[in-house]
């Protein structure tokens, strides 16, 4: 059974940073792609930052050089390290882990980011 839990969200000044974990259980990461989406208030839900099939990583563009998400496989930890961070930053962060053999979605619980002006 997949789970996926995240941590790391909180309150922070503009300008700073947090780095967001997800601890992924369940998972065999050859056959997965995982990423980190985030909705804000009134939004639909985005992509932040994810892996590719490949192995490289894909980052949406409002966060390109801000934004950065690595793995810990030994961890099990997906982690997206996130700096200078803006109020449009604001919203729920959450994991995600696809299947790409059974094509199927996992999503954790989120975690809320709020950035202060």
């Known amino acids: 059974q997949v789970q996926l839990v995240e941590s790391g969200g909180g309150l922070v000044q503009a300008g700073g940073s947090l780095r967001l974990s997800c601890v992924y259980s369940?998972?065999?990461?050859?056959?997965?792609?995982m990423g980190w989406y985030r909705q804000a208030p009134g939004k639909q839900r985005e992509l932040a930052a994810s892996?590719?099939?490949?192995?490289?990583?894909n980052y949406a563009e409002s966060v390109k050089g801000r934004f950065t998400i690595s793995r810990d496989d030994a961890k099990n930890t997906v982690y997206l390290q996130m700096n200078n961070l803006q109020p449009e930053d604001t919203g729920v962060y959450y994991c995600?882990?696809?299947?790409?053999?059974?094509?199927?979605?996992?999503w954790g619980q989120g975690t809320q980011v709020t950035v202060s002006s």
């Open positions: 892996f590719t099939s490949g192995g490289s990583t």
């Open positions: 369940g998972i065999f990461f050859s056959k997965t792609v």
């Open positions: 995600r882990s696809s299947n790409l053999i059974l094509l199927r979605d996992y």
